[in-house]
């Protein structure tokens, strides 16, 4: 969807991908399911605009367990939001997501158990597309 700022007087394109919990946080919000959400402006990523909401506060720690279309992996966090709820990753990593076709994530919840989601990915390319300048 395309998100006007008329704050920082800019446009971005954001797409929002809803996962599901195979292990919910301790108290899950009502109707909320995790997300990965990712901006791009000006036909490039946006890191510090997209991340992966957990929907719990999560433990500081800098590295996520995955498993990426059966296979495991550690992916760098970049950071956590201010309010401890949501990872910032690098934007290598977000790409590396998108060309799967499953993810799964375990994040540490702060003082909780580990909360595991799952994602379905979609066909990467209307993000590429508006994420990438076109090589013409």
């Not at 990523?45 to 296979?71: I, M, P, W």
């Not at 970049?78 to 401890?84: H, L």
Request: with cysteine; charged share 20%.
């Amino acid at each position: 969807m395309k998100v006007d700022d008329p704050l920082h007087g800019k446009s971005y394109e954001k797409f929002i991908l809803h996962g599901k919990y195979l292990t919910p946080p301790r108290v899950p919000g009502e109707g909320f399911s995790p997300s990965v959400v990712i901006v791009c402006s000006n036909h490039k990523f946006d890191s510090t605009g997209s991340y992966l909401a957990v929907g719990a506060v999560v433990a500081d720690n800098h590295t996520l367990v995955t498993r990426v279309d059966g296979k495991k992996k550690i992916i760098g966090v970049a950071g956590i939001s201010t309010d401890g709820t949501a990872l910032y990753l690098y934007a290598f990593e977000f790409k590396k997501l998108l060309q799967a076709h499953e993810v799964i994530i375990g994040v540490d919840e702060f003082l909780g158990p580990e909360v595991v989601m799952q994602f379905e990915m979609p066909d990467p390319s209307t993000v590429y597309a508006a994420c990438t300048k076109s090589k013409e």
